[in-house]
């Protein structure tokens, strides 16, 4: 089991930045692979972005990229999600995942392949 808890959510104008937090304990960090995703009410959950678990590579949906910077501090076993020049479209609920790192890069972005879950952190944006 790897548990997850988010933090760094909150209420901020349009044009600000928030930078979210996933604190990971359980099994060995460094296993897996780890997404940011988000739900806005009425719309189904959605990739935002992931990073391999070797930290070597990131991926970003396009509404996000040039905004948006996930990283990873191994030391810490937690994930970050930086959010710059926020938009009110950016307003949802965040979650950060774990999948095993055996999965290909390539399918980063698969919701399916998420085994474990945080409670989520609310990001709501003011225009």
């Given amino acids: 089991q790897v548990q997850l808890a988010e933090s760094g959510g909150g209420l901020v104008q349009a ?3 928030l930078r979210l937090s996933c604190a990971a304990s359980g099994r060995t960090f460094s296993n897996y ?3 940011w995703f988000r739900q806005a009410p009425g719309k ?3 990739f935002v972005a992931a990073i391999r678990w070797s930290g070597a590579s990131t991926y970003y949906a396009n509404s996000v990229k040039g905004r948006f910077t996930i990283s ?3 030391a810490k076993d937690t994930v970050y999600l930086q959010m710059n020049s926020l938009e009110p479209e950016d307003t949802a609920g965040y979650y950060c995942a774990a999948r095993p790192r055996v999965f290909s890069a ?3 972005s698969n919701i399916r392949q998420y085994d474990y879950w945080g409670q989520g952190t609310q990001v709501t944006v003011s225009s």
């Fill in 106 to 108: 390539q399918t980063m």
């Fill in 72 to 74: 990873r501090d191994t």
């Fill in 44 to 46: 189904e959950r959605e």
């Fill in 15 to 17: 044009g600000g930045s």
């Fill in 33 to 35: 692979d780890m997404g």
